[in-house]
């Protein structure tokens, strides 16, 4: 959270793991605890922004993955959330997939947390089937965009045609957004092979997005016609994209194996959640003006640490998060 010494984590659920979680970090200390759910959670539903919300989230299917935070006045934040709310079967599980929506509030001694409502994740807008989300990015007026992909196709990845059909991008993800009052509404522009992290200009104008199986950055337009649409090519497989306090983004995820990307995926999950993956990963800095970009880490992976599928700029440092594992990686920025 920008000018304030804590840092929030997200949390799937996984083989041993039942429940998903955020996380506080103190960046002093590097003492970490759990945010959410925690013994008493607090509720207070916005009825004028998230009306249409259901209710609070089921605390024990709680599942963290993407999340993004909006300064807001006085030590504040908003914090957004992708929840998919039970087990990762997109299809035959009734579940609860959604965009849970926190304040935050650090002006006393630790930050409080209360949730405020949450907008279901839409279906794909082509074939209204059921979707999945990734990544969230916070835009001007309480809008926000998610990042969406087909339930059915992720939910058969192990197929060989399917997963073929997704590296390919015949089977494209999008990117939607979402304003308070007005329904769901497309992104020109932003069919791609497994739309994952994403960023947005503090303006709105633009938005960064992570082509997962393309190995993209995506730049594209918001209420531009024609859509600006511009890629910067990667080596490594780009999972989430952060905005650094320097101005630049950064970007981390899994290299390039002989295995591929699904053969990683599938390896790592024959591992039991809390042990790391052992799979290599890069970190890359991209300049969001010229989009020029350099390759800040290359490691090998370890059983301590691999299969980087986040970072975060914190101070001179760069923190790297795992979708598997109990650990986030540090690395002085040089």
């Not at 990762?88 to 959604?98: A, G």
């Not at 194996?257 to 800095?285: D, H, N, Y």
């Not at 010229?290 to 001179?316: I, Q, R």
């Amino acid at each position: 959270m920008p000018k304030t010494h804590w840092v929030i984590s997200s949390g799937k659920i996984g083989p041993g793991v039942p429940v998903g979680h955020l996380y506080l970090i103190n960046v002093n200390t590097r003492a970490v605890e759990p945010f959410y759910p925690v013994a008493q959670n607090q509720y207070r539903q916005d009825q004028k922004l998230f009306g249409s919300c259901p209710g609070k989230p089921d605390e024990t299917k709680f599942h963290a993955e993407g999340i993004d935070v909006r300064p807001t006045e006085n030590g504040k934040f908003t914090l957004y959330v992708i929840n998919h709310g039970g087990v990762h079967d997109f299809v035959n599980q009734e579940r609860r997939e959604s965009t849970e929506i926190f304040e935050i509030d650090t002006q006393g001694e630790k930050p409080k947390l209360t949730w405020i409502g949450c907008v279901l994740t839409p279906p794909m807008p082509d074939s209204h089937q059921a979707s999945v989300g990734n990544a969230v990015a916070p835009l001007p007026n309480d809008a926000f965009a998610v990042t969406i992909n087909p339930a059915e196709a992720l939910a058969h990845m192990r197929d060989p045609d399917t997963a073929a059909k997704l590296l390919k991008g015949e089977i494209p993800g999008r990117v939607m957004i979402w304003s308070p009052g007005t329904e769901w509404q497309e992104v020109p522009g932003s069919e791609m092979a497994g739309n994952n992290g994403m960023e947005a200009t503090p303006d709105g104008k633009w938005l960064y997005v992570n082509a997962l199986l393309e190995r993209g950055v995506y730049r594209l337009s918001l209420g531009r016609t024609p859509v600006d649409r511009v890629v910067v090519k990667t080596t490594f497989y780009p999972d989430n994209i952060r905005w650094g306090d320097d101005g630049f983004l950064y970007v981390a995820g899994p290299a390039v194996t002989s295995r591929g990307i699904f053969g990683e995926a599938m390896a790592c999950q024959a591992i039991e959640a809390r042990a790391a993956c052992p799979a290599p990963f890069k970190v890359l800095r991209i300049d969001p003006r010229t989009l020029e970009s350099k390759e800040l880490v290359d490691e090998p992976g370890s059983p301590l640490f691999g299969l980087a599928t986040g970072v975060a700029k914190v101070g001179n440092e760069l923190w790297v998060s795992s979708v598997r594992g109990t650990r986030i990686a540090v690395f002085p920025l040089k």
